[in-house]
């Protein structure tokens, strides 16, 4: 799918590469936000190619669930070109501008709906899953690095849940299981953001969300970079992640293999 040169060149940024206060102010009362033209296409199709090259030379080893998309955790630690694209200090500044307190990496991931796929990724939070303790709200960059309506298998969110917390992690194939965690949240209005590649959507570590099938001759290729709040501690539990890393509950989850390079 191409796109307009005057398409392309639409941007929310300022000339200082951050977002302007409505958007700060509309992430902190939803719970995510659409950032328009955060990279610029040049960038984008690189990325792009790289994200392909690297799934293809990785495909065997991507964490299929269950029919609904490919996942490969921490691919910046093992390519170069997505090791920019997670780092990127534009995407960590404009992070730390909606969070309003220092982030570091937790991971990256890139997300994979082959064409066709026909399955939903249901509605669930992203933080019940994580083994933090001490910390503020996250949030996730989710980059569109091809045009992704939503029959290509965009995101739709629930505004405001970002404030429903301690509810037990979520099954991503049960369409119920959120609302079975806590009925009230069926009734929330729901607002699906397409983007076009190079935008954004960041969302909170808290914020219910689902994405849509991909129903196109094209897959979907999303790179997600996922911030922490500095301060972020160990919780103990497993997690694909740490558990290499020989942790104790406690621990704080700094250094080389969580940094902050847009400091």
């Known amino acids: 799918?191409?796109?307009?040169?005057?398409?392309?060149?639409?941007?929310?940024?300022?000339?200082d590469g951050t977002v302007p206060d409505e958007l700060v102010q509309a992430y902190r009362e939803h719970g995510f936000v659409r950032v328009r033209g955060v990279l610029e296409p040049a960038r984008t199709e690189r990325f792009r190619a790289g994200a392909e090259a690297f799934l293809a030379a990785h495909r065997a080893e991507s964490l299929e669930q269950r029919g609904v998309f490919s996942q490969l955790v921490n691919?910046?630690?093992?390519?170069?070109?997505?090791?920019?694209?997670?780092?990127?200090?534009?995407?960590?500044?404009?992070?730390?501008?909606?969070?309003g307190f220092p982030l570091r990496l937790w991971h990256d991931q890139m997300l994979v709906k082959e064409p066709h796929n026909n399955a939903a990724t249901e509605?669930?939070?992203?933080?019940?899953?994580?083994?933090?303790?001490?910390?503020?709200?996250?949030?996730?960059?989710?980059?569109?690095?091809?045009?992704?309506?939503?029959?290509?298998?965009?995101?739709?969110f629930l505004p405001g849940t970002q404030h429903r917390t301690g509810l037990r992690p979520?099954?991503?194939?049960?369409?119920?299981?959120?609302?079975?965690?806590?009925?009230?949240?069926?009734?929330?209005p729901r607002v699906t953001l397409p983007l076009r590649a190079g935008d954004c959507t960041f969302h909170s570590g808290y914020t219910g969300h689902m994405a849509l099938p991909n129903r196109t001759d094209q897959a979907r290729?999303?790179?997600?970079?996922?911030?922490?709040?500095?301060?972020?501690a160990y919780s103990g539990t497993s997690h694909v992640v740490t558990d290499p890393l020989g942790l104790t509950a406690g621990d704080r989850?700094?250094?080389?293999?969580?940094?902050?390079?847009w400091a």
């Open 253 to 261: 989850l700094d250094g080389d293999t969580f940094p902050r390079p």
């Open 170 to 188: 979520q099954d991503l194939h049960q369409e119920e299981d959120l609302f079975a965690a806590d009925p009230s949240l069926r009734w929330i």
């Open 1 to 15: 799918m191409t796109t307009t040169t005057t398409e392309q060149s639409r941007s929310d940024l300022g000339a």
């Open 123 to 156: 509605f669930h939070q992203d933080r019940p899953y994580w083994p933090h303790a001490g910390d503020r709200l996250p949030l996730s960059a989710w980059i569109a690095l091809v045009d992704v309506p939503p029959e290509r298998g965009c995101m739709t």
């Open 75 to 99: 691919v910046w630690q093992r390519d170069g070109t997505l090791r920019e694209l997670t780092l990127d200090r534009r995407l960590g500044r404009i992070a730390e501008q909606l969070a």
């Open 221 to 232: 290729l999303a790179h997600v970079t996922i911030y922490m709040d500095e301060a972020t």
